[in-house]
Every structure is written in C-alpha cells, then in structure tokens.
C-alpha cells in the first residue's frame, strides 16, 4: 500500500513556530520508540438526517481542511501520518472514501484530499448507527498498516444513535486502550447531539468535542479539529 464552534476556535489556530517547534519534539519521539506518530480514522455521518447538499459540504469539507495549509505543516512537521475515511449510516452502510493512506507533504495530502473530494455516497435514507459506525472505525485500526504512537478516531455527525447498539456497548466488546474518539458535531438537530456525544461518543485520552452551527462552517469546524489533533500529538509525544 502506497505511503502516501464557535467553542474552541482559538484553540485551533497555532502559530506558525509553535507548530514547528511541537513537531520536532513529536519526530523525536516517534523516531525514540514508534514507526509512526499517528493512524487516524475520519468518520462521515451520511444518515437520512444528511441531505445531498449537506453531503456535499461534508465532504469538500473534509477535503478542504486536509489541504489547508496549517494542517499539512503540521503534518510535514512530524513525518507524516497515517490517515483513512469513511462514510456510516446504517448498521450495515459502511464505505471506505479513501484506504488506508500515509499523507507527508503537500504533494501526497493533496492527492488523498482530492480522493475524498471525488467520493459519491453510497446509501441513502438509513438510520444514526453509531455503535456499528465505532465498530467499523475500530476494524480500520486494528487494519493499520503500522502500530502508530497514537491512535485516533474522529467521528463526525448531525444526530444521536437512533438504531442499533449504542456506542457504550462497541467500547465494552472492544479494547480500547491507548484509542482516543473524538467528536464534530453539526448543530440542529433534535435531540441535540451535542450532549449525547459529550455523554456516549468521547472516549480515552485527550478526546474533545468541536462544535460547529451548521454545515456551512463544516471545513472551518474540521480544520480546526484537525490543528487540536495533531496538536495534542505533540503534548502527548513530549
């Protein structure tokens, strides 16, 4: 496989030394003891609550955000990463936008930011499958190709679990150590999310949640969480 809220936004604009000074200390650390420094995995609620425009904007979105260019500073700085995404509704709707892929430069970012910008859904109309949509998450990382510093999970949605097992229930059949779930939740819905994330989806260390009012500022909220990622990358390599 080729290697290639307005709450919180002050926490994810870093300055431009900082990111590069945080860096060094996460390619020492990995380079001390780890292949990598992390494997990430991008969860995409593409629910009935989701409507083909709001798909739309997750999903440049996402692209968007992975080619800003604070965000691939911050991955050069630490020699790259290891990045995967999908799109999850249902408890049996699960599909891959882009494999397992290691993104280190604004060349290999680019080209995996342009395979999630080019993805076409592939269900429609079916329930929040949380609990399924984490267990799919965690078969992705025990599929890493390496065993990376970190391992993350960022799962973003509109809504609550409404079909299937809740998430509690995936963390109890799966170990979880070492895994950090983080959150981006879109505003609006009922019942709101918000709460139900911060309750049942967060897990394992450094997990946060990033708020956004609605699909319109989706890039902005996941540029943002994508920057505290790699941001508690640093902290945690030190």
């Not at 604004?106 to 395979?115: K, Q, V």
């Not at 963390?171 to 709101?192: C, F, H, K, Q, S």
């Not at 708020?211 to 390599?237: C, G, I, N, P």
Request: net charge neutral; charged share 20%.
């Amino acid at each position: 496989m080729a290697r290639g809220a307005r709450r919180g936004r002050g926490c994810g604009r870093l300055g431009r030394r900082a990111v590069l000074a945080l860096g060094l200390l996460a390619v020492s650390a990995a380079k001390a003891g780890a292949a990598c420094s992390l494997s990430l995995v991008l969860a995409l609620d593409v629910s009935s609550s989701v409507d083909g425009r709001e798909y739309r904007l997750q999903r440049e979105g996402l692209a968007a955000a992975l080619a800003d260019p604070a965000v691939v500073e911050a991955i050069a700085a630490q020699g790259g990463i290891w990045i995967t995404a999908f799109e999850w509704s249902g408890t049996e709707q699960q599909f891959d936008w882009l494999e397992w892929t290691h993104v280190e430069d604004a060349g290999s970012i680019g080209r995996a930011a342009a395979r999630v910008a080019a993805a076409r859904r592939a269900s429609e109309g079916f329930p929040t499958a949380l609990g399924y949509a984490l267990g799919h998450a965690l078969a992705r990382l025990r599929d890493a190709p390496e065993r990376c510093l970190r391992q993350v999970i960022d799962v973003a949605g509109d809504g609550v679990n409404n079909h299937g097992f809740p998430p509690r229930s995936t963390y109890r059949a799966n170990d979880m150590t070492g895994i950090t779930v983080n959150g981006l939740v879109i505003e609006g819905e009922v019942p709101p999310p918000v709460p139900f994330y911060r309750a049942e989806v967060l897990h394992g260390p450094g997990a946060f949640l990033e708020v956004t009012a609605s699909y319109e500022d989706y890039a902005e909220a996941m540029r943002r969480k994508l920057l505290r990622e790699l941001a508690a990358q640093y902290v945690m390599a030190r």
